[in-house]
């Protein structure tokens, strides 16, 4: 699939329960899928997985708040927060109502209103290139139009206007990992490693890692 302005026969969204299942293993499945913002469409290309109040990285780790509550509800929901209160990150709840597992969507390849992509990033800062539109989950927000007022969203409603679709071919390689940007005890290589990525895919954002396995 290749990057385009046009407009094609939008996919199928993916219903409720493929978002029912833990966050590391609904990371990997989301790897190669569509998130179809109105006319821009990205193919995911970096997850992390987030397993709630077990994860020292996980924003539910003490429990549940104001800003975490989307994390609590169900699954197929969008969780979307303020990241230093720079950018908003975007995450897909996992799993089923309290257990506050979710994926934060780490990078993607624009497929589809890459021209639109392009405008909103160069209005929020600085693109170089198609590759680096959503490099970033930074990036990928502002690329896809998404933004703390999203939070909440359910991706599975009837005509939502955010929604994820399957893969629409086969991903080749995925490759494991520490999460990035965390404190040392949340990228415990034994028991977290909880980044997933495309192996070999030019917009995945973070450095390959010598302690790194593929599927």
Known sequence: MTATGGVGTVPTPLS???FERPARELAGRLLGCLVVAGDVWLRITEVEAYEGASDPGSHARRGR????ATMFGPAGHLYVYRHMGLH???NVVASTRDHA???LLRAGEVVHGVDEARARRRAAGVS?????LAQGPGRLTVALGITVLDDGLDLCAQGARVFVADRQAPVGQIR????IGLRPEATDPEHLWLRFWLDGDPTVS????RNERGH
């Open 65 to 68: 708040t104001a800003r975490n």
């Open 101 to 103: 597992n979710g994926c």
């Open 206 to 209: 973070g450095r390959t890692h």
């Open 176 to 179: 494991q990992g520490p999460r």
């Open 128 to 132: 170089r290139t198609d590759v680096d």
């Open 16 to 18: 409720r329960s493929f």
């Open 88 to 90: 908003s990150c975007m």
